[in-house]
């Protein structure tokens, strides 16, 4: 191997980019923003944020581009990735935070690359609590990719990341803030549940009162049983009756989707 010298430098790590969408975001975004500081360009697309959300995206050198026109969340975060031009990109939502592990782990692997999409370990908390069971832990979540290997799905809620072959596993936390308090519990639980029974009608799916109960039924049971949500406590039987509801709530609206179709 040649030595290292002024004439023969090592080679350049190759660029990071980092694609942010957000809305109403002010909570975690400048520890978010802080602790990805390291990339080489940051973007935060916000859908028309009322809070300080643009402000402190912007006090944190982030470039910031409003789109209102909620397409779903596959779509924003692919315009995200979109309107950078580094060479890998990591895709974080705002409430989610880099560790100082993480970011090491990112810094080699982007130094010798081992494969051209990374997943990363994501822990996550409910209402202050960090849930290690339940469906929630392990979540190794493929998020570190190389710009042309890989884009999200278009679905309007729970995108994924469409890509070829195996991803990599990178050694940190990413820590997720999901869900603060009960407000933004009941908040998502309404988001979310609109969201599913929209994209289930448009896939030509169909609901009803008797599928409604049967599902969030197993949902509450795969939540707190098989997924031994029982081991998180009183975090775990509150997550197992918010997936509960949210599945009934999903094919209750979904039903009233194709009653409003039917009567027009």
Request: proline fraction near 5%; charged fraction near 25%; charge should be neutral.
């Amino acid at each position: 191997m040649p030595a290292v010298s002024a004439t023969n430098p090592p080679p350049a790590r190759p660029t990071l980019g980092v694609a942010i969408i957000a809305l109403n975001s002010e909570a975690h975004l400048a520890q978010c923003l802080d602790a990805v500081a390291f990339a080489d360009d940051i973007v935060v697309v916000d859908g028309g944020s009322r809070d300080a959300t643009v402000a402190i995206a912007r006090a944190r050198c982030a470039r910031v581009l409003v789109e209102t026109d909620w397409p779903g969340f596959g779509p924003q975060k692919n315009r995200a990735v979109a309107a950078l031009d580094t060479d890998w990109v990591l895709s974080i939502d705002t409430d989610e935070i880099v560790s100082p592990e993480l970011a090491r782990s990112i810094d080699e692997a982007l130094r010798a690359p081992r494969a051209s999409v990374y997943a990363v370990d994501r822990l996550s908390s409910f209402c202050g609590d960090w849930i290690r069971h339940s469906g929630w832990y392990p979540d190794w979540i493929p998020r570190l990719f190389r710009r042309d290997a890989a884009r999200f799905s278009d679905d309007l809620v729970h995108e994924r990341l469409v890509f070829d072959g195996p991803a990599e596993r990178l050694e940190g936390k990413l820590l997720h803030y999901s869900y603060e308090d009960f407000e933004t519990v009941l908040r998502k639980l309404d988001a979310y549940s609109s969201a599913g029974a929209r994209q289930r009608f448009a896939a030509g799916e169909r609901g009803g009162l008797g599928v409604a109960l049967a599902r969030g039924l197993w949902a509450f049971v795969r939540t707190y049983v098989l997924r031994r949500g029982f081991s998180d406590g009183r975090a775990g039987f509150m997550i197992a009756v918010f997936n509960a509801q949210t599945v009934y709530y999903r094919f209750v609206k979904l039903a009233w989707l194709a009653r409003q179709n039917e009567r027009r």
